[in-house]
């Protein structure tokens, strides 16, 4: 969901609170926390090239792919597999108390601890541990959330009414959710104040288990729970994956291309997952601040400013991969629907988000793990500067170009291999990937924008 | 995320070529000719597996003239962005 300010507010706030630590200490940081310090510095190229080039290397990884015609290889890459042992029911279970401990200690840290930013467990317990090394962790091992969900364990110790879900909603309020989760993330100071996280955190415990316990946890985890969703779709990427009910060790990004999604409520959730972390970084560039200072200085109160640009671009970002679809069955001279082609190339857009989110947080994550081990020792009573990581060295910055790139490239690899599953015909599956590969070409190109643009606090929010 | 059935949205005007063992519509015969060789090669008639190679054949051939067309936009490309860095920086 969110990623660029994430790492990059997780910075600035170490350097708020770290003002103790030598100054190269944040410079070091700053530089390790952003992609922006990785590209700009070191090489003297205009932004328009570098767009371009960025644009340009997804180009030619798609027609480098096109060069795999071999139906039996690209099948065969994603059938290799090898069965895991099961965990068991015990470790499950420890699993699951650990986790709801957790959350425990979270809510009462936050809601009692004076301390504020780094300092706070509370605070780091969230964007560190949870946002920056959990999430990782569901598309680069595999999606353990359904069994460590804190929110499910409480939802499952209440009784259940069983209400029938209604079917006509589909998964369009776990899209709802996503957006307003990250909405409030934006315009509130949520990586600064542990009270205003840890009231979020009741909302959201709440909420969740009074929806679980109205429609049954099963389909609420399944159908309305944005966080549980987005794990399940991250989970689809990575390596260990439960398949017919068995743990299976498989290629990264294998499962996609047979991933169908549901119907367009799933494909909406898959694109507003990408589309929050390019709002989230489009706020804090230097247009958005003058342009949103314009509109405002003629008389439009900032919270429309922001809110109309969030549904616009949302809407856009959707309208836009329809679009894709669309253009894809055109060239492809397919009856195939366009929005089972939507439904069928969507899950390549999850390698793009996770190589992003993986970019944007490993950084802080390294930085600030030291200052969790710290503050986890004594949560009352925290050191009155926590230590920090000294510094990432250069190369941490082309590394997490690498994640970006590497995305890609896995991106246009499944929609590849999903064109080959779709179409009987091998020419019809490359022409069927010209929208979406129009799509990825454009989104690199406005990420890439986003990142190289120096950091503006974004205007009218408290933050 | 279950398996479906593809989902086909023919127009009203278009008078498909309807696959006899699934019913999937195909706007070309060829295409019609590969889907049937490719998921349902084992109750294939002589005639269908003959239109099976033939549109094989057919698509080979158009495969590799669009590799080669491949080909020169991936020299274009390169050749492009190595001038226009030369230029520019």
């Known amino acids: 969901m969110v990623s660029v300010p994430r790492s990059r507010r997780a910075i600035r706030l170490a350097l708020a609170t770290g003002c103790s630590i030598a100054t190269w200490t944040g410079v070091a940081a700053a530089h390790s926390g952003s992609l922006a310090g990785a590209t700009r510095d070191p090489i003297a190229v205009p932004t328009w090239l570098f767009l371009l080039t960025g644009g340009g290397v997804v180009g030619v990884s798609f027609l480098l792919a096109s060069f795999v015609t071999d139906r039996q290889l690209v099948a065969a890459v994603h059938d290799w597999g090898r069965s895991l042992p099961d965990p068991g029911r015990v470790l499950r279970a420890l699993l699951r108390l650990a986790a709801v401990s957790v959350l425990g200690l979270t809510l009462l840290v936050g809601f009692l601890d004076r301390a504020d930013g780094v300092r706070n467990l509370a605070i780091l317990v969230v964007w560190v541990v949870w946002w920056g090394g959990y999430v990782a962790t569901t598309y680069l091992l595999g999606n353990t959330w359904p069994t460590l969900n804190p929110f499910r364990t409480l939802a499952e110790a209440l009784p259940s009414l069983d209400r029938p879900y209604p079917d006509r909603l589909g998964a369009w309020p776990s899209v709802a959710g996503l957006l307003l989760l990250v909405w409030v993330e934006v315009a509130s100071p949520l990586a600064d104040d542990p009270r205003l996280l840890a009231t979020v955190l009741a909302t959201y415990t709440v909420v969740t288990a009074g929806g679980a316990v109205v429609v049954g946890p099963d389909t609420w985890f399944a159908r309305a729970d944005p966080l549980a969703r987005a794990f399940r779709f991250y989970g689809q990427l990575a390596p260990v994956g439960v398949e017919d009910g068995r743990l299976r060790l498989r290629l990264p990004g294998s499962a996609l291309p047979d991933t169908v999604l549901d119907g367009r409520d799933d494909v909406a959730f898959v694109v507003t997952l990408l589309f929050v972390t390019t709002y989230d970084g489009f706020v804090a560039t230097g247009p958005w601040a003058s342009g949103a200072r314009a509109v405002v200085g003629a008389g439009v109160p900032p919270v429309v400013v922001y809110l109309g640009a969030y549904l616009v671009g949302a809407l856009g970002f959707y309208l836009a991969y329809r679009a894709s679809a669309r253009l894809g069955r055109q060239r492809a001279e397919t009856y195939l629907s366009a929005t089972y082609l939507a439904r069928r190339f969507a899950p390549s857009l999850l390698p793009i988000a996770a190589g992003y989110h993986l970019a944007h947080n490993l950084g802080s994550f390294l930085v600030l793990t030291p200052t969790f081990l710290a503050v986890a020792a004594s949560p009352l009573a925290p050191p009155p500067s926590p230590p920090q990581l000294a510094g990432l060295p250069a190369w941490f910055g082309g590394l997490e170009l690498a994640f970006v790139l590497l995305g890609h490239l896995l991106a246009v690899w499944v929609a590849h291999a999903t064109a080959y599953d779709l179409f009987p015909s091998r020419l019809q599956a490359v022409r069927s990937q010209y929208g979406v590969t129009a799509v990825m070409i454009g989104y690199t190109m406005l990420s890439l924008w986003i990142v190289a643009e120096p950091y503006v606090p974004p205007p009218f929010i408290a933050s | ?89």
């Open chain 2, 1 to 89: 995320m279950q398996a479906h059935d593809p989902e086909t949205d023919v127009p009203p005007d278009a008078t498909p070529y309807v696959c006899d063992y699934c019913g999937q519509p195909f706007a070309r015969e060829t295409h019609l000719a590969l889907h049937r060789g490719l998921e349902h090669a084992s109750s294939l008639s002589e005639e269908e597996r003959a239109a099976y190679e033939d549109a094989h054949d057919e698509e080979v051939d158009n495969l590799r003239r669009f590799r080669l067309l491949a080909l020169a936009a991936l020299v274009m490309l390169y050749f492009g962005f190595l001038m226009t860095y030369a230029v520019v920086t």
